[in-house]
Every structure is written in C-alpha cells, then in structure tokens.
T-cell receptor, first 110, second 111 residues
Framework: AAGVIQSPRHLIKEKRETATLKCYPIPRHDTVYWYQQGPGQDPQFLISFYEKMQSDKGSIPDRFSAQQFSDYHSELNMSSLELGDSALYFC?????????FGPGTRLTVL | RKEVEQDPGPFNVPEGATVAFNCTYSNSASQSFFWYRQDCRKEPKLLMSVYSSGNEDGRFTAQLNRASQYISLLIRDSKLSDSATYLCAVNFDQAGTALIFGKGTTLSVSS
C-alpha cells in the first residue's frame, strides 16, 4: 500500500539558512499534518491542512510557514534556522481521524 | 501538567509475558484515541484505534474508560519484536486537528 512520502530524508543546514521539507500524502487523503520530534521527546504538532486550507495550528515558530497545494502535497518552509530546530520532522496524512506518518526528515542545524 | 500522560517505563519483560500500559488524558472533550508504536529514529506507526467498546487485534487489546479518562493497551505473549516505544495519542475528532501524544512507554522484551 502507498505510504506518505517525505523528502529529503536527511538535511544538514547552517544556522540562519532556510530549508524546505516536502510531504506527499497517501492518495485520497485530504488532510496533512506536520509534527516535530526532538531527541527523547514525543511528536509535537506544528500545523495541519484540510482541503488545502489551514485547519489547526500548534507550536509552530513564526519563522516557519507551510502550505498545501492543489495536488494535496504540502511543504514546510523554515527560515533563519536555529540549532534548536534540529529534530525529526514528520508529515502525516489522514482520510478522517486516523493519521498515518511518513518516514520523516531528519534536520541537523550546525 | 501534560495533557496526555504515560508511565515512561522501561518495562522489561521476558518473551511470552503479558504486559499492560495505561495512558491518562486530561481533556474530557477528547474524542478519538490511538496507540502508536515507534521504533528508534523511525516514524510512529498506528497500532490501533481505541473505541469505547474496546477492540482487539491478535495479541493486542485496547480499552477506553471515558469516566476515568484513561486508555490501556494489553500485549499478550510478548515477542522480541514487540520491543519499542508505545505512544498513546488523543484528538478532538475534527478533520485536521492535532494528535496530542504522551511521552511514550518503552517496552523491552528479552529472551
């Protein structure tokens, strides 16, 4: 079965640089979520989109923005990167309540 | 106080043991409940949705107690491959709403 696709899988950036993470949901899933998971932490919700409109917002820094496109893929844009942004970034998609996670992007900020 | 709380463990059990995890949630408006399994440095994988009537999938049984605001996961006949972190998660049952996770319970099954 098709799963959530995320790219890139690994990303290394310097402080103050920008990064763009991409997420391709499972076909026919209309909702996309972004989560951040730091070392030893549980996933923390950042933002979600339902039918291309922002539907919920969590602890997403103002330096981050995201959108969902007409083909339902989503991008998370991160600017002025800080050391503390180093984490696993997961995208999840859902058709209703159950959320299915992609393999994540591991971001390292040096 | 965190919205979703779990005993972090670790739970160290021998193969074949039965182990149970509990998870409590603070927001009575929570509507949907889930158990996820997460292996080290991997994505959370949905193990089970938890329904009011309880549900079972092979060796795994999940229960919901709305009055006491907790959910449980029972694993019977533990296998080495069950070693992982088990995360409980809740949300408000609207499209696009966040999952609130507990910090996870670590299970280690040994031979």
């Amino acid at each position: 079965a098709a799963g959530v696709i995320q790219s890139p899988r690994h990303l290394i950036k310097e402080k103050r640089e920008t990064a763009t993470l991409k997420c391709y949901p499972i076909p026919r899933h209309d909702t996309v979520y972004w989560y951040q998971q730091g070392p030893g932490q549980d996933p923390q919700f950042l933002i979600s989109f339902y039918e291309k409109m922002q539907s919920d917002k969590g602890s997403i820094p103002d330096r981050f923005s995201a959108q969902q496109f007409s083909d339902y893929h989503s991008e998370l844009n991160m600017s002025s990167l800080e050391l503390g942004d180093s984490a696993l970034y997961f995208c999840a998609s859902s058709p209703r309540q159950e959320q299915f996670f992609g393999p994540g992007t591991r971001l390292t900020v040096l | 106080r965190k919205e979703v709380e779990q005993d972090p463990g670790p739970f160290n059990v021998p193969e074949g043991a039965t182990v149970a995890f509990n998870c409590t949630y603070s927001n009575s408006a929570s509507q949907s409940f889930f158990w996820y399994r997460q292996d080290c440095r991997k994505e959370p994988k949905l193990l089970m949705s938890v329904y009011s009537s309880g549900n079972e999938d092979g060796r795994f049984t999940a229960q919901l107690n709305r009055a006491s605001q907790y959910i449980s996961l029972l694993i019977r006949d533990s296998k080495l491959s069950d070693s992982a972190t088990y995360l409980c998660a809740v949300n408000f049952d609207q499209a696009g709403t966040a999952l609130i996770f507990g910090k996870g319970t670590t299970l280690s099954v040994s031979s």
